[in-house]
């Protein structure tokens, strides 16, 4: 399943946890756009949020803190993000063009709030330039998760796609449910998407909800993509890195793939 959106100024919804697809994989997901000047309050009574500057400067207060955030970009620059539990007050202040990812879902546990810097994310390179003859070499980003977050019932991350490459491969699935939400360098920068059986074609702020089935990403040569992925986790079935890759496309992970895939001839 797959949406697209049209961001105004302000909250824009995606999913609210409590109808349609939202229910699916029970978070609320939305993108927030403002603009120099602006100021945002997020507050919720029952549900833990997280805030993610895509792009933009802002300062967030929150408790007795107060921090200035500065991103020019998702896929130059690692992403700030603001994870707070149930009950707390986070005010946004806007010093230009800001775009900031935000998801939240239920959570009875209370716990220090938590703010990741640019510093703090953990940046895996994936697929080297000899995986592959170099189709997924990716950077993988994650904010939070079970490891570092135990008391969550959510994670964070991100993905840089890089032109003309793959990403979510080989194909995999989890049974807990994972939202996309892509950012393109230019904006009328494209890529196809798989999941839930269906084959979808992405775009510049769409979202991906994923619920089903096997899935994985790629970009159109030309145009780099940098996605959210956020999961929920299950009830006593929590995401710990979880990836079971589809049983036809395992051979792709054996060290001598390489050597079974077809080469173009020299000089062709």
């Known amino acids: 399943m797959y949406m697209n959106k049209e961001l105004h100024c302000g909250y824009n919804e995606y999913l609210r946890m409590d ?17 120099d000047g602006d ?104 904010c939070f998760d079970l490891s570092n977050a135990p008391y969550s019932n959510m994670v964070l991350g991100e ?14 699935h989890h049974p807990q449910p994972e939202v996309y939400l892509y950012r393109f360098d230019r904006e009328m920068g494209f890529g196809a998407g798989w999941a839930n059986g269906q084959v979808y074609e992405t775009r510049h702020n769409g979202l991906a909800i994923i619920t089903d089935g096997m899935h994985s990403q790629v970009t159109a040569p030309g145009y780099t993509c940098c996605y959210t992925w956020g999961i929920r986790h299950l009830p006593g079935d929590p995401w710990d890195k979880t990836r079971i890759d589809d049983e036809e496309h395992l051979w792709l992970l054996e060290d001598d793939a390489n050597d079974h895939i077809w080469h173009c001839p020299t000089g062709n």
């Not at 109808?19 to 603009?35: N, T």
């Not at 100021?39 to 107060?66: I, R």
Request: with cysteine.
């Open 39 to 142: 100021v945002y309050v997020l507050e919720e009574a029952e549900k833990e949020t997280a805030a993610l500057v895509f792009e933009g400067t802002c300062t967030m207060s929150w408790d007795a803190e107060e921090r200035r955030m500065v991103r020019p970009n998702p896929f130059d620059y690692n992403p700030w993000c603001l994870h707070v539990c149930r009950g707390t007050k986070v005010t946004i202040r806007a010093e230009m063009h800001t775009v900031i990812y935000i998801q939240k879902t239920t959570n009875e546990r209370t716990f220090p709030n938590k703010l990741y810097t640019p510093e703090d994310t953990d940046t895996w390179a994936r697929g080297n330039a000899g995986e592959l003859m170099g189709c997924i070499k990716r950077d993988v980003r994650t």
């Open 159 to 172: 993905v840089v796609n890089l032109p003309g490459k793959w990403s979510s491969y080989p194909p995999h």
């Open 19 to 35: 109808e349609g697809l939202g229910k699916e994989v029970m978070m609320d997901v939305g993108m927030l756009v403002l603009e």
